[in-house]
Structure formats: C-alpha cells, structure tokens
C-alpha cells in the first residue's frame, strides 16, 4: 500500500481537498486504484448533529454515514463509493481508545495520546486503506499545521513517514503563495509554514502551492531551496474557473510524472476521459447557453451547505450543453405573492432542497406554489418534497391548516412520522440514512427519467408522506410514482411540465460525466422552458 498525507499550512479554506481529489484523479487516469481518507480533527463522532450554517454541507454516504463534504468531492473526482470508515474523527479515535481502556484491553496501562490514540489513528488507516482493495491511499489532514486539534493526527503521520518505505509515502503540503502589490510572488508564507512542520518532525515531498498564476521558476527555485524539496515537486496550483481543471493542471505542472517517478508506477497516462470533460465546459462557457436555476433555501450565505446540489446541477448542465447558472434565494425574504413574483420571475427552474426546522418553509412553500402554479419546472429534494405535498394539500386539496408535523401539531400531518416511529424515542436513532431501494411505477416521469424501475439512493430524514392522504392527492392529480412499500420516495404532477420531488437525496450521486436523472431531467426541462418562454 503507497500512503499519500496531504497536509495544510498558512490558512484554512486554501482547497486541500480539491488538491487531494485532484491528485486521486490524476493517479486513477494512470491506472491506479485509489481511495481517500478524510480526518476531521473535531471531536463530533461525525457530521451528522453539525449545523450547515458552519460546516457546509453533511454527505450522506451509502451506508449512511454522514460526513465531511470533502468526501463527496472524493466520491465525484475518484467516481468510487465511500463508507463511513472514509471518515476519521477525533472523536470517534478517542471512543474507541477509552471503550478499549474500560474493556481492559490495556492491561492496567496508563492511556496516552502517544502510543494509544496515535496507533488507535495508525490502524485505522492502514485498516481502512488495505480492506478498500486499492493501491494508493490519500489521506487529508482536515485543519491547518499548528492547530491543537490536528496534532494526534500529525504525529500519526511522522510515525507512518518513518515506518513506511520512501517509495511507499509521499506528504503533499499545501501553501499560499501571494502576489503583492508589485506583482510579485512572495514565498515567506510557505517557507514559515514548512518550517512549522518540520518541527513536528514532517518533510514534505511535494508542495502545492495556492496561487493566481503559475509560479516563476525563479519563485519555485526558492522554494526548493528553502523547504528542501525538489524544483518539479513545487506545483502552482493557481486559480481557474472550475475545480474539474485542477487534475489537468497538476498533470501540466508534473505532478503526476514526479509522483509516478516516487511511486515507481508505470508510464501510463490517460487523462482523456477528463480532458474531454473540461473542454465541454470551456466549450460550454464560450457558447454562453445557460439555464437560471433558483434554489430557494434557508442556508444560503454558506454556499458550502449545497455543495452536491451545485454540483449536480453543474452536471446536469454539462450533459445537456449549457450552463446552469445559480442563484441562491433566501426563503425567508418571500413573504408576500408580489415579492415570490419578483424573486423569481426570471428563473427557468426551481428547487428546494432538504433542511430541517420550521424557519423558512413559509417562503420555500410559496415558491412552490409559484413553480406549480406558473408551469415552472420544479425539483423538490427531502424536504422540499415534503414542502410540495404540503403545498398541495393546502392549496388543491383545500386543507388549509396541513403541514409536517415536525413544525407541530396540526389537524392535517400530510408530513408525519408513521406509527412505527411513533414510540421512538432517540431522535438520532430514528433517522432513515443511506441507501434504500424504490419501485418506480411503469411510464411515470421519475421512470423514464431513470430507465428502470428499480433505483437505489441515499436518504436523511425522519419524517415521511403519510400514507392516509394519498387518494387523495392521487385523485387531484398528485401521484407518487416512486415507492419503498408504505414510504413515498417520489412525487410528481403528470399535468405540469416537470414538477418533481423525492424523499431522498439524488445530489449525493451525481457524477461529472453522469449526471443524476432527476437533475438531468430538470436541468432538459428548464432549458426547453427557456426557448418557449423567451424565445432566446
Ligand atoms: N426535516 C425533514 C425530515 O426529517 C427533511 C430532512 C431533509 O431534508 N434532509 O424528514
């Protein structure tokens, strides 16, 4: 097994998980298999209780896991499937030392982050790595060098860098590298920030810096002095319109040859398949077609919490040839017909996206109404496909009080738990996570936009459409055309031109080059509303 530990200095936010991505990808073109470990130095045994407004949005992996957004760039960038194992926290490291110290396992021992927590990191790893079957391992050290929290973590890695062959281990630092007023590249950040590592007893084989154009050589000569790594393992990782260019551009500035050359892996190169994705896009941006979305949500000052929404609609976009241009509307602000009317007007596609609590839903509800009413094309994700069911019972099926009954007690819980979640009582137990199959009916919209009519996707949620109210939604011309036994998965209006929402979550699927049905369809829907709209 080669292990590459992909470090950060100077600040956080720099991309190390776009370069540990980007990395992976540019090995997988060489023929490698490739997996990715992400540690989160916090102490939540995972993302699952962490609210989006901090840490962007929580992945839902198949087995349910909820984790660091990172490994949905891992799951995109690499096209593989991750478990909850992908993701290592402090604080799951931390109980499974003291379940290990109260089991005896220590032997009477006194329990030490140095050897205890750090071997407890070390098998982990190795364990995670061997069982997923690949070759390489890139493991990211979430968190910037010199932060309290990533110190286990860090001295984990010096012990791997000297058990592990040289061949077998490469550390990857990321840096910033600033222009100053002058124009020049200025390289004290990094040099301080290897500095600090090399004083946790880390030597960094490769760095990476941040950049808005490519480092002189002159700049990465100066690196390679001061930080003892060689000219061609300086990469510039510098700014370009889209995270799917940084394989092309580390494959450009060597990075796979001087990985290869470390590795000894054999000269097999094929970055077309990737290649011919970025160039759709450029191609795309020159042709300046494009759909407007509007994704009216709650957490939208964080474009991190919809991060696989962007995504996929990204896409959806690249298949169908345009590009889909994002607005984020906060849902809070539709108050009033006029003001639903002026927000959104001039988009080709809504969607609501999941969420949890009341806050907002009054103004994602009348979005809904608006999309519906107006022959928008609408996609509803969890939540906001809950919100459409209960726009429909308030407004077609005339139940004007109808609601989830997350929100509270109301005559009309469209939206309920069903009776057998009713007597439980640990809220964290009771959440459906991961995947689950639907059955999808023969002919409906959600069946021919998948082909099949049995699908598997990811979920997270609690509350379910209750089944007492479907006759007559189906009577009024609301049908669920995708099911798992008593729990509706799709809801569709066959009248409308696309209205479409589902239980779970198709953005944790979607790839690049394979764009999740529902997301196609509605992406396709949205521009052919654009050309008889406006005839532009
Ligand atoms: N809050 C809703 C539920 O628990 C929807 C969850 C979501 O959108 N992820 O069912």
């Known amino acids: 097994m080669k292990y590459i530990i992909v470090t950060g200095g100077v600040m956080s936010g720099l991309g190390k998980g776009i370069t540990s991505s980007s990395?992976?990808?540019?090995?997988?073109?060489?023929?490698?298999?490739?997996?990715?470990?992400k540690i989160d130095p916090y102490i939540n045994i995972d993302a699952g209780t962490m609210n989006p407004f901090q840490h962007g949005e929580v992945f839902v992996l198949e087995d349910g896991g909820e984790v660091d957004l990172d490994l949905g760039n891992y799951e995109r960038f690499l096209d593989t499937e991750l478990s909850s194992e992908h993701n290592i926290t402090t604080g799951k490291v931390y109980r499974t030392v003291i379940e290990k110290e109260r089991r005896g396992d220590y032997l009477g021992g006194t329990v030490q982050i140095i050897p205890h927590i750090t071997n407890e990191i070390k098998e982990r790893i190795r364990d995670v790595a061997e069982r997923s079957g690949a070759e390489i391992c890139l493991i990211e050290i979430g968190g910037t060098v010199g932060d309290i929290e990533s110190m286990p973590f860090l001295e984990a890695a010096r012990q791997m860098q000297r058990e592990e062959a040289a061949g077998d281990f490469a550390l990857v630092h990321v840096t910033l590298v600033p222009t100053d007023t002058q124009g020049e590249q200025k390289t004290k950040p990094t040099q301080h920030s290897v500095k600090e590592l090399r004083e946790l007893g880390l030597y960094p084989n490769i760095i990476v810096t941040r950049c808005a154009s490519t480092l002189?050589?002159?700049?990465?000569?100066?690196?390679?002095?001061?930080?003892?790594?060689?000219?061609?393992?300086?990469?510039?990782?510098?700014?370009?319109?889209?995270?799917y260019?940084?394989?092309l551009i580390f494959e450009q500035e060597g990075l796979s040859d001087y990985i290869a050359q470390r590795f000894g892996l054999e000269e097999r190169n094929d970055q077309s398949g990737w290649r011919r994705l970025v160039e759709q896009m450029k191609e795309i941006e020159k042709s300046g077609k494009k759909v407007d979305i509007a994704v009216v949500g709650k957490y939208?000052?964080?474009?991190?919490?919809?991060?696989?929404?962007?995504?996929?609609?990204k896409h959806a976009g690249i298949a169908y040839g345009c590009k889909t241009n994002i607005e984020w509307i906060d849902s809070g602000g539709l108050k009033s017909a006029p003001a639903v009317m002026r927000a959104l007007e001039r988009f080709d596609g809504i969607l609501v996206p999941g969420g949890f609590g009341e806050r907002g839903t009054d103004g994602k509800i009348a979005a809904i109404e608006y999309a519906r009413e107006n022959d928008v094309p609408f996609l509803g994700l969890c939540l906001g496909m809950q919100l459409a069911v209960v726009e429909f019972a308030r407004n077609v099926l005339g139940f004007a009080d109808a609601n989830s009954s997350?929100?509270?007690?109301?005559?009309?819980?469209?939206?309920?738990?069903?009776?057998?979640?009713?007597?439980?009582?640990?809220?964290?137990?009771?959440?459906?996570l991961g995947n689950y199959e639907a059955v999808l009916t023969e002919n409906s919209l959600a069946h021919r936009l998948y082909g099949s009519t049995r699908i598997v996707e990811r979920h997270r949620h609690r509350y379910e459409v209750n089944p007492a109210y479907i006759d007559q939604f189906e009577s009024k011309g609301m049908i669920f055309s995708g099911k798992n036994k008593n729990r509706m998965e799709i809801v569709e209006i066959p009248s409308h031109r696309f209205f479409i929402g589902c239980q779970f979550h198709p953005e944790f699927r979607s790839r690049p080059d394979n764009p999740a049905p529902l997301f196609r369809g509605f992406v396709e829907a949205a521009g052919g509303a654009r050309l008889i709209q406006r005839k532009d």
Do not use: W
């Not at 990395?23 to 470990?37: F, M, N, P, W, Y």
């Open 406 to 432: 997350e929100f509270g007690k109301t005559a009309h819980p469209v939206i309920d738990l069903l009776p057998e979640q009713h007597n439980v009582t640990d809220m964290g137990g009771s959440m459906r």
């Open 245 to 247: 260019h940084v394989p």
């Open 216 to 243: 002189s050589l002159a700049v990465k000569e100066k690196i390679a002095l001061f930080c003892d790594v060689p000219t061609n393992a300086i990469i510039s990782a510098y700014d370009v319109d889209d995270v």
């Open 300 to 313: 939208i000052n964080l474009r991190d919490a919809y991060t696989s929404i962007r995504e996929s609609l």
């Open 23 to 37: 990395i992976g990808r540019i090995l997988k073109s060489k023929g490698c298999r490739v997996t990715a470990i």
